[in-house]
């Protein structure tokens, strides 16, 4: 079996692999049944809502009594959603074969439905809630999601993809869930020799915060209608650590804030601003702007923003970086 690589990052990844199993011309058994394998390698962390605090990872899928909460819908070729299966549901009509935090192994019959092409869809850490009624892929398609509508501060996932189911075989497809929401964080780097202090903290970022984002993932970054907010926050006070000599390591480093935010599409400014040794600093109009000072043009889902603020005796700098969010990072919740 295909050891699927254990790496913190929640990317799409479908493959149909169908299983080469034997076709017997006489006595052959039916086939039909598809196994899918959800993969998720990052850890559960119980989070805040989007834009409000702490936003370390969230990227697991959640269980109940060893249930994962799951939901998969198969849809043919026409768009009809043929099969709804909530697998934490007790009268779920599926094999539940394994489930962690980071995998979870189901089966099904679909010979039922015949042989032919299908469309697959997944949507973990809802409750099964988002996709209740649903009838046909563009419905599915049309489905967003609300800062309200996340329970408990389970960041839902979701996937995609297509498999085939033959008469004489039964197949395997695998895919990896990923977050509906991207990650904005704000690093603070001391350059000045010794550790300080800044007082009244504050930051915002014009077009970062929408209202709702897709549940699924889909060409456009932001659904039609959606208002993009101002994402903001401040903190009274902050001690960044100065560099540490005797370990050999990287300037002092604090992260003074993370957040949860749905896709949008810029271009963005921002506006840090805050107080050290009794002398306020203000940047009121910073554009977010890449390595070669162009707009940063979206942040798409599982895509993490970092602002990194350098401090040294008398100047400060700023430096914006997207990147795909793989790596689990602690961060200092605001009060």
Same mark, same amino acid.
């Given at each position: 079996?295909?050891?699927?690589?254990?790496?913190?990052?929640?990317?799409?990844?479908?493959?149909?692999?169908?299983?080469?199993?034997?076709?017997?011309?006489?006595?052959?058994?039916?086939?039909?049944?598809?196994?899918?394998?959800?993969?998720? #390698?990052?850890? /559960?962390?119980?989070?805040?809502?989007?834009?409000?605090?702490?936003?370390?990872?969230?990227?697991?899928?959640?269980?109940?009594?060893?249930?994962?909460?799951?939901?998969?819908?198969?849809?043919?070729?026409?768009?009809?959603?043929?099969?709804?299966?909530?697998?934490?549901?007790?009268?779920?009509?599926?094999?539940?074969?394994?489930?962690?935090?980071?995998?979870?192994?189901?089966?099904?019959?679909?010979?039922?439905?015949?042989?032919?092409?299908?469309?697959?869809?997944?949507?973990?850490?809802?409750?099964?809630?988002?996709?209740?009624?649903?009838?046909?892929?563009?419905?599915?398609?049309?489905?967003?999601?609300?800062?309200?509508?996340?329970?408990?501060?389970?960041?839902?996932?979701?996937?995609?993809?297509?498999?085939?189911?033959?008469?004489?075989?039964?197949?395997?497809?695998?895919?990896?869930?990923?977050?509906?929401?991207?990650? #904005?964080?704000?690093?603070?780097?001391?350059? /000045?020799?010794?550790?300080?202090?800044?007082?009244?903290?504050?930051?915002?970022?014009?077009?970062?915060?929408?209202?709702?984002?897709? #549940?699924?993932?889909?060409?456009?970054?932001?659904?039609?209608?959606?208002?993009?907010?101002?994402?903001?926050?401040?903190?009274?006070?902050?001690?960044?650590?100065?560099?540490?000599?005797?370990?050999?390591?990287?300037?002092?480093?604090?992260?003074?804030?993370?957040?949860?935010?749905?896709?949008?599409?810029?271009?963005?400014?921002?506006?840090?601003?805050?107080?050290?040794?009794?002398?306020?600093?203000?940047?009121?109009?910073?554009?977010?702007?890449?390595?070669?000072?162009?707009?940063?043009?979206?942040?798409?889902?599982?895509?993490?923003?970092?602002?990194?603020?350098?401090?040294?005796?008398?100047?400060?700098?700023?430096?914006?970086?997207?990147?795909?969010?793989?790596?689990?990072?602690?961060?200092?919740?605001?009060?």
């Amino acid at each position: 079996m295909k050891k699927i690589r254990l790496a913190l990052r929640i990317a799409v990844l479908v493959a149909a692999l169908l299983a080469a199993c034997s076709c017997h011309k006489e006595g052959a058994r039916r086939g039909g049944v598809v196994s899918f394998r959800f993969s998720t #390698v990052a850890p /559960t962390t119980r989070a805040t809502t989007p834009g409000d605090g702490d936003a370390s990872d969230g990227g697991g899928i959640f269980l109940t009594d060893g249930k994962p909460d799951l939901v998969i819908l198969v849809a043919r070729q026409d768009g009809a959603v043929v099969k709804r299966f909530d697998i934490a549901a007790p009268d779920t009509d599926v094999v539940l074969q394994s489930a962690t935090e980071t995998e979870a192994v189901v089966a099904f019959d679909l010979s039922d439905e015949g042989a032919g092409d299908y469309l697959v869809f997944a949507v973990a850490n809802d409750a099964g809630a988002l996709t209740q009624g649903i009838s046909s892929v563009s419905a599915l398609e049309a489905l967003t999601l609300t800062e309200a509508q996340i329970p408990d501060g389970r960041i839902p996932l979701s996937a995609r993809g297509s498999f085939t189911v033959y008469e004489e075989m039964n197949g395997q497809v695998s895919l990896e869930l990923i977050r509906c929401v991207a990650k #904005v964080s704000v690093e603070l780097v001391n350059n /000045t020799g010794a550790e300080f202090s800044l007082t009244d903290f504050r930051e915002e970022f014009s077009r970062m915060r929408p209202d709702r984002a897709f #549940v699924l993932a889909q060409d456009a970054t932001m659904p039609a209608g959606a208002v993009a907010g101002t994402l903001s926050a401040e903190v009274a006070s902050l001690t960044v650590p100065a560099f540490d000599d005797a370990a050999e390591t990287e300037p002092g480093r604090l992260t003074a804030g993370s957040w949860y935010v749905f896709p949008s599409t810029g271009p963005y400014t921002s506006a840090i601003s805050f107080t050290l040794d009794g002398t306020a600093y203000s940047f009121p109009d910073l554009s977010v702007t890449d390595s070669r000072q162009k707009d940063i043009p979206s942040l798409e889902r599982n895509q993490h923003l970092r602002i990194v603020t350098r401090i040294s005796r008398g100047q400060v700098s700023f430096n914006f970086e997207v990147a795909e969010w793989d790596l689990k990072d602690e961060a200092v919740e605001f009060d």
